[in-house]
T-cell receptor, first 109, second 114 residues
Framework: RKEVEQDPGPFNVPEGATVAFNCTYS??????FFWYRQDCRKEPKLLMS???SGNEDGRFTAQLNRASQYISLLIRDSKLSDSATYLC??????????FGAGTTVTVRA | SAVISQKPSRDICQRGTSLTIQCQVD?????MFWYRQQPGQSLTLIAT?????????ESGFVIDKFPISRPNLTFSTLTVSNMSPEDSSIYLC???????????FGPGTRLTVL
C-alpha cells in the first residue's frame, strides 16, 4: 500500500467553480501535512501546511482528519492560474516527506 | 526562504556513463535531500545528504549507484552511475530552511538516458 494516495483526477472545472479533492495516508504516526503545487515541468512549491483545526489561505481551504487519516483541499472561485498538479505530502518524525502521486486540476475559461 | 540552483538543468547521456548533478543553496542549511521524479509519477526520496558523513539512503537506493557528497552546508552533489534508460528522470535537490515546515526544492535536473 502506498503511504499517500490521491485521486489523480483530472478535475476539469470552469472558472469561478469550486473544486475539492482528498488524499489518504497510511502512517498514523505522521506528524505534518502539506499541499504542494507543481506546474508542468517545474519543481513542487509549498501551497500550504494543513493543521488539525483546518486552515484557510485566501481561496484555498485545507482540512485534516486524523481519525480517518485523510486530508482535503478545497479551491473556491477557481482561476485559470490554479491549473496545476496538487501534491498531498506527509512528514513523519524524521523530516522525510512522502508524496502522493498528485491530483491534476484544469480550470477552463 | 532558500534559493536553490542545480546544474545541469538537463542532459542527455549514453547508457553506461555517469552524470554528477550539483546543488547549490544561497544559505547554510542543515538538511538536504535528493529526490527523483520519474515520468508521470510523484517524487521519491533517494537519500538524505549529511554534511561530513555518508548519506542516508532510502530503501531501493544504494551508494554505489547514487553516490552523494556534501562537503559543506550549502552544497551537495548526486552522481547517477552506470546509467541505464530506467534512470531517465528528474532529479531534485531539496532543503529544509527557515523553519521545520519550510521545505524548498531546486528546479530539477532532467536526465534522459539513451
Amino acid at each position: 500500500r502506498k503511504e499517500v494516495e490521491q485521486d489523480p483526477g483530472p478535475f476539469n472545472v470552469p472558472e469561478g467553480a469550486t473544486v475539492a479533492f482528498n488524499c489518504t495516508y497510511s502512517n498514523s504516526a505522521s506528524q505534518s501535512f502539506f499541499w504542494y503545487r507543481q506546474d508542468c515541468r517545474k519543481e513542487p512549491k509549498l501551497l500550504m501546511s494543513v493543521y488539525s483545526s483546518g486552515n484557510e489561505d485566501g481561496r484555498f481551504t485545507a482540512q485534516l482528519n486524523r481519525a480517518s487519516q485523510y486530508i482535503s483541499l478545497l479551491i473556491r472561485d477557481s482561476k485559470l492560474s490554479d491549473s496545476a498538479t496538487y501534491l498531498c505530502v506527509v512528514r513523519g518524525t524524521d523530516y522525510k516527506l512522502s508524496f502522493g502521486a498528485g491530483t491534476t486540476v484544469t480550470v477552463r475559461a | 526562504s532558500a534559493v536553490i540552483s542545480q546544474k545541469p538543468s538537463r542532459d542527455i547521456c549514453q547508457r553506461g556513463t555517469s552524470l554528477t548533478i550539483q546543488c547549490q543553496v544561497d544559505s547554510q542549511v542543515t538538511m538536504m535531500f535528493w529526490y527523483r521524479q520519474q515520468p508521470g509519477q510523484s517524487l521519491t526520496l533517494i537519500a538524505t545528504a549529511n554534511q561530513g558523513s555518508e548519506a542516508t539512503y532510502e530503501s531501493g537506493f544504494v551508494i554505489d549507484k547514487f553516490p552523494i557528497s556534501r562537503p559543506n552546508l550549502t552544497f551537495s552533489t548526486l552522481t547517477v552511475s552506470n546509467m541505464s534508460p530506467e534512470d531517465s528522470s528528474i532529479y531534485l535537490c531539496s532543503v529544509l530552511a527557515g523553519g521545520p515546515n519550510e521545505q524548498f526544492f531546486g528546479p530539477g535536473t532532467r536526465l534522459t538516458v539513451l
